[in-house]
């Protein structure tokens, strides 16, 4: 990476060198890339791993939110009342008996006797006591009003969780989603080494494709000078040139269509590595180094770690998470019990004031019955779990089937390319046959047309059996989180 930097101030630094001062033309920017800069290029700037990034970055904010909410809590209120100038009345009574007189209470007896038999001389004092002090208690203390002015008060409210088991499996759960969002980082990361080098290799495959087809095409033109003077001498007939026009017309659409190829990989690279389309890009790795520098004869032979595989990684950290969610709604069986404090701070006060300046409690819920609500969520919770583990056992297999799989078409990859390779070779000694024999008058220029396609179609199946065998050693090196 540091040498990609040192290579692109240069380069800024020599456009800069090149136009004058006083002109305006801005110099183009030029990037020169190996493979490994590209890649640690497009892990730094591209831009779809910046929002997995923040993804990890808010996993972190989440704890914290989680961790919180088991600290102190403060909250403060102000509030303001007005009742309109009220009046509250009190009717106020009195203690103990008023005094009767003798004959009173003998008047009240006899007429109570009269009425009651079975009451005795208290029961009637007592009533007439009673009569007596409702009657006269209006005129003793009359009704007493308070006016309710206008009250303002300020509350501070500290509150602190002592106890809760949702709360520890809470931040147990949301370290978990923090790991499981670093797994998906690295997951990103791992998809875009993958994507560039893939493309790395496509523009050099497409680049390498279009030297052998203008070395193709410029022998073949030279071939066409040279028919048609033997045309002329009267050795060649007008159908052999005609026969090597087409052919050259043909490469040259080729050789267009090829062109815009490799632009287009060059694209794909850019928008990859998270450069604009007008930066340009050039490639400093040769195919066949890289070719030879991923040994795959070598891969067929590491032994497979799935321990290593972050897709099976991920699997394994949501199982954890689904056994913290099991937790947590277990612990919806246990109480919870917090404290608090509050102060008041009385700004206005009005005539009738009932509320403590300071206030300390503590709280406790205690879950007592759900009709089975609770225990369908707890049911539910151990379902998810068990199907985290069958899951996770379900992508062991699968990874066991990829990496036999990957070997298997490495291996036939290989194959495939030694049988190229070998064609090549042969169908360049075709050509060069036919072309010998051509000019000697002892072939056709069917016959040269026909073996320079071939060749071509040897170098082209050379060429994407070379593809095959790096593609198909790439995604092992993926399965294997050795990119």
Not at 64 to 85: C, H, K, R
Not at 260 to 276: A, S
Request: charged content about 20%; proline content about 3%.
């Amino acid at each position: 990476m540091k040498n990609s930097k040192i290579i692109i101030l240069f380069t800024l630094l020599l456009a800069m060198d090149i136009f004058a001062p006083g002109i305006s033309q801005e110099p183009a920017e030029k990037m020169v890339l190996d493979l490994k800069g590209a890649v640690d290029y497009a892990i730094d700037f591209n831009k779809t791993l910046k929002n997995s990034r923040m993804e990890v970055e808010k996993s972190r904010k989440s704890i914290w939110e989680a961790i919180a909410q088991g600290l102190p809590q403060v909250d403060g209120t102000m509030d303001y009342m007005s009742y309109f100038n009220y009046e509250m009345e009190f009717n106020f009574g009195i203690d103990g008996t008023p005094d009767f007189t003798d004959q009173q209470l003998l008047d009240a007896y006899s007429q109570t006797q009269s009425i009651f038999p079975f009451y005795t001389p208290n029961d009637v004092a007592m009533l007439a006591a009673n009569s007596f002090y409702e009657g006269q208690l209006q005129a003793m203390l009359p009704p007493t009003a308070i006016l309710l002015s206008d009250q303002s008060t300020a509350k501070l409210q500290v509150s602190q969780l002592i106890f809760s088991g949702q709360y520890i499996a809470g931040i147990q759960t949301a370290k978990l989603a923090q790991k499981i969002s670093e797994q998906n980082l690295e997951f990103s990361e791992l998809n875009i080494k993958e994507l560039v080098i893939n493309s790395y290799y496509l523009v050099l495959i497409t680049e390498e494709s279009l030297a052998i087809l203008d070395q193709n095409l410029a022998n073949l033109e030279e071939t066409l000078v040279q028919t048609e003077t033997m045309f002329r001498t009267g050795m060649a007939e007008q159908t052999d040139v005609d026969q090597i026009r087409i052919t050259v017309n043909q490469l040259i659409n080729a050789k267009n269509s090829l062109s815009r190829n490799v632009e287009l990989n060059y694209n794909l690279l850019r928008f990859q590595l998270g450069l604009e389309a007008n930066v340009e890009i050039e490639l400093s790795d040769d195919l066949g180094f890289l070719f030879t520098g991923t040994q795959p004869e070598e891969a067929l032979s590491v032994p497979f770690s799935i321990e290593n595989n972050i897709t099976y990684q991920m699997m394994k950290t949501q199982e954890e998470i689904n056994k913290k969610l099991l937790d947590l709604e277990q612990w919806n069986y246990a109480p919870t019990i917090a404290g608090f404090y509050n102060y008041n701070a009385k700004i206005l006060t009005s005539g009738f004031d009932m509320n403590p300046n300071h206030l300390v409690g503590l709280q406790m819920s205690l879950p007592i019955f759900s009709s089975g609500m609770r225990k369908a969520r707890v049911d539910q919770a151990r379902i998810d779990y068990n199907m985290a583990q069958t899951n996770r056992s379900i992508m062991e297999d699968q990874l066991k089937l990829q990496e036999k799989q990957y070997k298997y078409n490495l291996q036939s990859s290989l194959e495939n390319y030694y049988t190229q390779q070998e064609n090549v070779e042969v169908a360049q000694r075709v050509y060069d046959s036919y072309l010998r024999k051509f000019e000697q008058g002892m072939a056709s220029s069917l016959d040269l047309t026909q073996a320079n396609s071939n060749y071509l179609d040897a170098e082209s199946n050379y060429l994407t059996a070379m593809m095959d065998v790096m593609n198909a050693k790439l995604a092992l090196d993926k399965l294997m989180n050795k990119l």
